[in-house]
């Protein structure tokens, strides 16, 4: 598995990661993959909540 490193991120982004994986029991760590991962439509974690996100069956485009 990769790492990644995000420096500067917004102490508000952080309490929202930790308040919103402590919601369904899940770590901050967590949250942020599945965040990510339902960003690119990609499958996250049973229980995640993907209002916002695209659905898993869209394909990701050309675009960034």
Do not use: K
């Not at 790492?3 to 402590?22: F, H, M, P, Y």
């Not at 599945?34 to 394909?59: K, N, Q, S, W, Y």
Request: aromatic share 4%; hydrophobic share 40%; glycine share 10%.
């Amino acid at each position: 598995m990769a790492r990644l490193t995000i420096r500067n991120l917004d102490d508000s982004v952080l309490q929202w990661l930790r308040e919103r994986g402590a919601a369904r029991g899940v770590s901050m760590e967590q949250e942020a993959r599945d965040v990510l991962a339902a960003a690119l439509g990609l499958p996250a974690t049973e229980g995640f909540d993907r209002r916002g996100f695209p659905p898993e069956e869209e394909e990701m485009g050309d675009e960034p």
